[in-house]
């Protein structure tokens, strides 16, 4: 990279990342970004890890330190990294390489639509970033602090105090794992732990029957589909568990407008049949007029 591409990209940038910075700094000091860095700090132990088990693994399959730093930095993304590391070493075309990190982080897909409901107003550079530190275990503390699907207040901060912790969580023992590669063997296992840090937080936002129902549905979808090339179970699990979703969803809703219905007519056939009780005696009445 020339000096003067360096100087045009922060000419072009450099306003917009300074600004963006003095907003942090600012929404530091919100309740909601401090709530957003605790509810990821209850899961960083498990990404620490997994981060850390991650820039072993990139360094150890032949990559140089600041070649997986860069990687690092560019991707975040732990599922896309591990994926293509073995393409890497095999020396696959790079058009093969793309498209397995676009396979493995499909889901992202599905979470920027679910996102676009809280974050459409806002400027479009200031999407891309939020979309660069978007994460698995960020979008589930999102989802369960803010439901509604529609801008509110917080919201932002939230999301800038989670993508900072998390982000610092995996980079700094990511990082740390490339440099101490050597000292660091794979046997430890270390990267299962993100996984239960994951189970976790999953856990925890299981709170109602159809929340079950479309956990079984992905888990039994990601199982079945395991032998599919580049990691697809994943994106097959997403899909059918928010099918499955929407379908449990709809049924309910059904369900309930029945009822509602039910109850009505049950309620407009009392009411008639008390009509009929109290108009009787007055029709004997007449009859007994002379």
């Keep these: 990279m020339t000096r003067s591409t360096i100087s045009e990209l922060s000419a072009r940038f450099g306003p917009f ?38 820039g072993v693994a990139m360094v150890k399959s032949g990559l140089s330190v600041p070649l997986s730093i860069f990687m690092s930095l560019l991707i975040y993304a732990g599922s896309a990294q591990l994926a293509v590391l073995p393409l890497l070493v095999a020396g696959a075309p790079l058009w093969v390489i793309w498209l397995t990190a676009i396979c493995v982080n499909l889901r992202f ?11 459409h107003e806002l400027p479009r550079k200031k999407r891309l970033l939020l979309a660069y530190f978007s994460g698995d275990v960020i979008f589930v503390g999102f989802m369960k602090r803010f439901p509604d699907p529609k801008p509110g207040p917080g919201q932002i901060a939230y999301f800038s105090g989670a993508a900072s912790t998390n982000w610092m969580m995996w980079q700094i023992p990511s990082i740390a794992g490339m440099l101490l590669a050597n000292a660091i063997p794979l046997s430890w296992g270390l990267g299962f732990a993100g996984v239960l840090a994951l189970l976790g937080i999953l856990l925890s936002m299981i709170n109602d029957r159809f929340t079950v129902l479309a956990t079984a549905v992905a888990g039994t979808a990601a199982v079945a589909a395991f032998a599919l090339p580049l990691k697809m179970n994943i994106l097959v699990a997403v899909v059918a568990a928010v099918a499955a979703g929407l379908m449990f969803e709809s049924a309910d809703r059904h369900m309930k407008r029945l009822k509602i219905r039910q109850t009505a007519e049950a309620r407009l056939d009392e009411e008639r049949k008390d009509a009929d009780a109290s108009s009787a005696p007055d029709e004997k009445s007449e009859e007994r007029r002379p």
Excluded: H, N
């Excluded at 401090?34 to 991650?54: C, E, R, S």
């Excluded at 897909?109 to 974050?119: A, D, E, K, L």
């Design 109 to 119: 897909v599905i979470f920027s639509q679910m996102w676009r409901s809280y974050f």
């Design 17 to 54: 990342a300074r600004e963006q910075w003095a907003q942090w700094r600012l929404m530091m000091k919100e309740p909601f970004f401090k709530l957003g860095v605790t509810d990821m700090m209850g899961t960083g132990i498990g990404i620490a890890a997994w981060g850390l088990v991650t």
